[in-house]
Each structure stands twice: as C-alpha cells, then as structure tokens.
C-alpha cells in the first residue's frame, strides 16, 4: 500500500482529496445549519454551465464556472427570503443550466480538436488525474475561503440559528447571507476541479448532516463533519486504487456510498435508540432578568 506513494499521482489525489473535504465540510455544516442543500445544488449545477462555456471560449474552467456562480449567488443573495417558494423557478433555472452545459459540450466536439469526455469530467471529477498546478490552485483558495469563513463564524453562526433576533440584534443577516452564498459558490467552483459537480454535493451534505445528527455543539459539529469527511474521502481512495471491491469502480462511487451510509447509519441508530438526535437550536425565547447573550452564548452587536 506504501508503494503507491511513490507515484506522483497518488500523492496529488489525497492531497487534493484531503483540502476539498476540510473545506466541503466546514462550508456544509453551514449548508445544512441554514437548510440550503438547494443552493448548492444550483450553484454546483450552474457551475458545471460556467465551466463548459469557459472550455468553448478557450479560457479556464475555473474562471468561467466562479463567474457564472458568483453572479447566480449575487442574484440569490438580492432575493433575500422572497427566494423562498420559488422552486418551480428555480428548478426550470437549473434545468436550463444543464441544457447550457450540453450545449456547449457539443459546441466543444464539433470543433474537431475536442475531448469528448470533457462533459463527464466536469460532472464526475477526475481527481486520479488532478496535477500539482491543480492541488495549489485549490489549497491557495480553500485556504482564502477557511479564513473568510472563520472571521465570519460568530454573527454568521448567529444569523444562521435565529435571523429574526440576529436582525434585531444590529446583525447584517442580509449581508451575511449574500456572501455565505458566494463562499458556497467558490467552494464548490474549486471543488468541481478535483471532484466533479454531482460528488462536491455528497461532501458538502452528507457529512455535516450526520455530524449534526450526533451533536449540535458547532465546534464539535464541525469537527466530527471534518472527520467523517476525511474517512470517507482517504477511505475511497485507498478502495480504488487497491481494487478491494472491484477493480475499476470510480472514485466517486466509493466516496459518495461511504458518505452516505454514515449517515442513514447514524439515522438507524437514532431511531432505534442506540444513540439521542440533538434538539435542533430554536428561536430564541425572551425570558426575565437575563440578556440574549446570556441565553444563546453569543455577543451582542
């Protein structure tokens, strides 16, 4: 198992693999803690649009999907609350956005110099073939993004259990949520580099709800998605490259199974007793002789 370190290849997938899931995790606690799985899978599905037209045009995947992304945030972010009920809208956004993408790979193979498999790259990732430039370029940004994300961390951790007092509070939730939004959009634009549109959603999902099964304390929350992230993550590789379970079952297979059964595990075992689901936060509720701060553990601005 040792041996396979020695190929450059291998060490650029784990490194890779290792940054997108600290980062998938870190940004997915706040995806599930804000119930925005939705968003995400619009923001990764518009991506997948932005990164098509930027290979037509002859010009970075990456610069092409942040642009269409960030703009699609910017719009999500003005609607504010009224964004909600809106999923027909949305749902004929997205559909859209995939027709896009189709149409520009085919755009792209017609040209006569094109790779026809450029599409499932996007969509499925191709985080065995992923070269040094890639895993910079990725940590470069995932660093950007975990700092960013830990300077907001308070209020934003305010405004996502309670807007309504948050916003009483002198909290901007509007603001934090239009850039939460475009830390999502970077998040998953970065991803999409390593592990393709439809993985980048099992890691920003999959293990912070099982995290947030287990205990709703946010540095623990968080913690323990990270962990169950790496798991799932070094867990895959080490499957696919041994060709324990099938010699030429993807990558992504492996990842999204192992995500995804913790967390129907950790379901199981709720239910059935084994362990105790934490109360969700609710809403702050007045009380006497004791301040906001007092009751929910968080500054008052």
């Not at 969509?123 to 940590?139: A, E, K, M, N, P």
């Not at 239910?271 to 500054?299: F, M, N, S």
């Amino acid at each position: 198992m040792l041996e396979l370190f020695s190929h450059e290849f291998v060490q650029n997938a784990f490194i890779a693999g290792t940054i997108v899931a600290i980062v998938a995790a870190c940004v997915g606690y706040f995806v599930v803690l804000r119930s925005q799985t939705f968003a995400s899978e619009a923001l990764s599905d518009i991506s997948f649009a932005g990164a098509t037209g930027a290979v037509v045009l002859g010009i970075s995947s990456l610069f092409g999907m942040l642009i269409f992304s960030f703009i699609s945030a910017l719009g999500m972010g003005a609607l504010g609350e009224r964004i909600r009920g809106r999923d027909v809208e949305i749902g004929m956004i997205l559909s859209f956005a995939l027709g896009l993408g189709v149409l520009f790979v085919t755009i792209y193979n017609r040209t006569g110099s094109a790779n026809a498999n450029v599409g499932i790259g996007i969509l499925f990732g191709s985080i065995l073939s992923v070269q040094r430039s890639d895993v910079i370029v990725t940590l470069l940004c995932s660093t950007l993004l975990i700092l960013l994300l830990t300077i907001l961390f308070r209020p934003l951790l305010f405004a996502s259990i309670d807007p309504e007092v948050a916003r009483t509070r002198g909290v901007p939730v509007r603001f934090l949520s239009t850039v939460f939004l475009l830390i999502l959009s970077a998040t998953i634009s970065v991803s999409i580099l390593v592990v393709g549109v439809l993985l980048i959603i099992a890691l920003l999902i999959a293990p912070a709800a099982t995290a947030l099964r287990l205990t709703n304390h946010p540095g623990t929350s968080i913690g323990l998605a990270i962990l169950l992230s790496l798991v799932c993550t070094w867990s895959g590789l080490t499957l696919a490259f041994t060709g324990t379970f099938g010699k030429y079952l993807p990558v992504g297979f492996y990842i999204v199974a192992l995500a995804t059964g913790l967390y129907f595990v950790s379901v199981i075992m709720s239910r059935l007793g084994i362990i105790r689901a934490p109360k969700r936060a609710q809403p702050l509720k007045r009380c006497t002789g004791c301040t906001d701060r007092e009751e929910i553990g968080v500054p008052t601005y």
